[in-house]
């Protein structure tokens, strides 16, 4: 795993990869928060996509009451959250705490 951020042995890619090697990662972290169509317009990409790459999980963050648009798609775990219960930096801060415990499982 590369990246022209951060080096082989830096602390923050050894997060960012949760631990897995690259060759394993199957996890993809996919989020939406606008308004209901742009998230709707998502479950076909995702449904063909998931079908295409079986060995793939997607864990799909949006609102909280777009849950019911996701629940039929295989390999799709949806997390529904409340946007304003994670405003300025140290909202950003927590939610990125939790979407790391949902992608390093």
């Not at 609102?63 to 300025?88: M, Q, S, T």
Request: aromatic content about 14%; proline content about 4%.
């Amino acid at each position: 795993f590369k990246s022209q951020w951060f080096n082989g042995d830096d602390q923050a890619n050894k997060i960012l990869r949760c631990g897995v090697s690259a060759e394993k990662m199957t996890r993809i972290l996919a989020y939406r928060f606008s308004a209901f169509g742009d998230v709707a317009m998502t479950v076909p990409v995702f449904t063909e996509f998931l079908e295409q790459n079986p060995d793939v999980e997607l864990i799909m963050i949006s609102r909280e009451n777009f849950a019911p648009v996701f629940k039929d798609i295989p390999n799709l775990k949806f997390h529904g959250i409340n946007v304003d219960d994670y405003k300025g930096f140290f909202g950003l801060r927590k939610l990125a705490k939790i979407l790391l415990s949902w992608i390093c499982l």
